[in-house]
């Protein structure tokens, strides 16, 4: 008991405002202290404490024509929502209707962006059983991201649970056209109401989904990449690995130059060598001819300065089982990279991320000149494509695979197992 009242006494020392610095500093003595005594356990997320509220059918949204559907701009009727305080962890987590966050303004979210968030993708297969893409992955990153900006510690596997009851629950909201999906958002925010820059005693997780279309509605379209050293996205010891809001904003006055000099995205480069790093949202890949004449499948490396994709991670992995070339994740530079154009021996570069999978490359802009890259296929290189289609045949359960995670199963194939039984 008595460490109960050590430990909310801490808290509310903090949360008075009165000396945020002598709290700061108190704070973790006096947890040492109360860790000395039996602490009480601070609830973990918990999917058998699940809540669903369902929407009454009456405020059901109208669904936008799968055909109209534009990257992010609608959502599904839930979402998912959980709270986490330092006196008691994490709270149910509770599906309910998709609505607004009422928060105060002095929020740390909203001053030090103690913010991080995920991507991935639902999606429908031909039998209508619904399935998710390495999801495992999503919520190992969201762990670190949290982590690393000092939002609380959750149990991703238990989230995941509750990720994928929020899926069934709108999967009505996956178009089952093929190439269509469900973008889910998980997000983490920090919603203690102070200011100062220090951990935050409160954070929010919640969960949202977003019906997508294909990315490339009428086949592959090559993007042109600005190079442009100016522009650094991230550095060693950075934050550069962690999908957190901050690494973000910085983002989009580049991006916006990008487009007025007329190139679709940024190509990020990293030290006076010019390390070639990511590209916009996504990784970067370079198929070549190396200079010891092999056929070579370079990214870059995970040296902390890029996000470790799941793409990236899938796609390395196809290759290396297909055993047709060197697969390297080594630092390469745009000294090389223009060398090895010029010298006629890049066969292809794409990018790769969860909304395109691969984004085929058409052109790089660098100190001042424009460098083609070939596209055998016309839009595409045939290494890009072969991984567009593979990848492709995983998420929609074409080809049987663990990467492909079935969470809900049609009804037919539900009883055709039943009789199998
Ligand atoms: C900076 C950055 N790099 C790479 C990626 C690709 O990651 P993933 O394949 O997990 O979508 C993303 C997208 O999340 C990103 O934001």
Redesign the pocket.
């Known amino acids: 008991m008595l460490s109960v009242g050590v430990q909310r006494a801490g808290v509310s020392l903090a949360r008075s405002g009165v000396a945020a610095c002598a709290a700061r500093v108190a704070l973790p003595a006096i947890r040492q202290m109360a860790r000395g005594y039996a602490t009480p356990k601070l609830q973990e997320v918990d999917f058998s404490k699940l809540e669903i509220q369902h929407c009454v059918p009456s405020v059901k949204k109208t669904k936008t024509p799968a055909k109209d559907l534009v990257f992010g701009r609608t959502f599904s009727d839930h979402m998912l929502e959980l709270d986490w305080t330092s006196e008691d962890g994490w709270s149910h987590p509770h599906i309910h209707p998709f609505g607004n966050l009422s928060l105060s303004p002095s929020c740390t979210v909203f001053h030090y962006a103690l913010e991080c968030f995920e991507?991935m993708k639902a999606y429908k297969d031909k039998n209508g059983n619904v399935r998710l893409f390495r999801p495992d992955?999503?919520m190992r990153?969201l762990e670190r991201s949290c982590e690393r900006i000092a939002l609380p510690s959750f149990n991703g596997d238990q989230l995941l649970e509750c990720i994928k009851e929020l899926v069934r629950t709108d999967k009505d909201w996956i178009p089952d056209q093929h190439g269509f999906s469900l973008y889910v958002r998980p997000t983490a925010i920090a919603t203690q109401p102070t200011l100062g820059v220090g951990p935050s005693a409160a954070a929010k997780m919640f969960v949202i989904c977003s019906p997508v279309g294909p990315y490339y509605k009428t086949g592959f379209a090559p993007v042109s990449l600005l190079a442009d050293p100016k522009f650094v996205?991230a550095w060693p010891g950075g934050v550069?690995q962690y999908?957190v809001g901050g690494?973000?904003a910085p983002g989009i006055n580049p991006q916006t130059e990008a487009a007025n000099r007329g190139y679709n995205q940024n190509l990020w480069l990293f030290g006076n060598e010019h390390f070639v790093t990511?590209v916009?949202?996504?990784?970067f890949f370079v198929l070549w001819k190396n200079e010891r004449g092999e056929k070579e499948l370079i990214t870059a490396p995970l040296d902390g300065t890029?996000?470790?994709?799941?793409?990236?991670d899938s796609i390395l992995q196809l290759c290396r089982e297909w055993n047709e070339f060197t697969v390297s994740e080594r630092p390469f530079t745009m000294k090389e990279l223009v060398k090895a154009i010029k010298d006629d021996r890049v066969v292809e570069v794409f990018g790769?991320?969860?909304?395109c999978i691969v984004s085929p490359v058409k052109n790089i802009g660098y100190e001042g000149t424009d460098y083609a890259i070939p596209l055998a296929l016309g839009n595409a290189g045939e290494l890009t494509q072969r991984l567009a289609d593979t990848i492709m045949s995983i998420q929609y359960g074409e080809v049987e695979h663990p990467w492909s995670v079935v969470i809900d199963r049609a009804e037919p194939n539900a009883q055709k197992m039943a009789h199998a039984a």
């Open positions: 991507g992955m999503n990153r996205r550069g999908k690494n973000y990511e916009g949202t996504m990784n890029i996000l470790p994709g799941v793409t990236r790769a991320g969860t909304a």
